[in-house]
């Protein structure tokens, strides 16, 4: 891998959950660092204040153990892929952030947090969640097969939009589904990769 160095011999290198994604920390390597970060597959950099090679998690235990290493267009900063081992960040955060280094699905993590917030304040007569989880895991359940019925038959019709709306239907009761029984998109994730290795 070509990689430029700066005037200081450094590249900076941003470091990224190989499974959730999200950026964790940004860390500066010099050759000797790069070398020693393949050769034994735990993130190391060069620390600026201490001038020395530094492997995260020498002294807490919370390595970045390597999954992948990518350089960008210019081969001037390296994006690493890590698994990290507790938090990143030496505050005790996931990431240098203050972010929660959890998985995100876009729309479909804010519609499980919406979920939860109504199923939360259990106001029946403002939200429909809450209405339908107050009637049961039953009626839940059966609120999710008939919209799949719904769906299936819209995808033997020729409007896509009622295919798309029932779908949309489908997938938010789904979610619904999920929280009555204590689980959440990241349980079917694990399930799925299980299944795919």
Not at 23 to 47: P, Q, R
Request: hydrophobic content about 35%; glycine content about 6%; charged content about 25%.
């Amino acid at each position: 891998m070509t990689i430029k160095y700066d005037s200081n011999g450094l590249v900076p290198a941003i470091i990224q959950d190989a499974t959730t994604k999200n950026v964790l920390m940004l860390g500066y390597m010099n050759a000797e660092s790069y070398e020693k970060t393949i050769e034994t597959k735990k993130v190391t950099f060069f620390s600026r204040s201490k001038q020395r090679l530094w492997t995260k998690g020498e002294e807490s235990g919370n390595f970045l153990n390597l999954v992948d290493i990518k350089n960008d267009c210019d081969n001037d900063s390296l994006l690493i892929q890590v698994n990290p081992v507790g938090p990143t960040c030496h505050t005790g955060t996931d990431t240098c952030w203050k972010e929660e280094n959890k998985s995100n699905y876009g729309f479909f993590s804010t519609l499980e947090d919406v979920i939860a917030e109504r199923v939360a304040n259990k106001d029946t007569k403002k939200s429909y969640v809450a209405s339908l989880f107050a009637k049961g895991i039953n009626k839940v359940a059966q609120k999710v097969g008939e919209e799949a019925v719904e769906t299936v038959i819209e995808a033997m019709d020729n409007n896509d939009e009622l295919f798309l709306y029932e779908s949309a239907d489908l997938l938010f009761h789904y979610l619904m589904l999920l929280q009555a029984k204590g689980f959440t998109l990241k349980d079917i994730e694990k399930e799925l990769i299980g299944r795919h290795k």
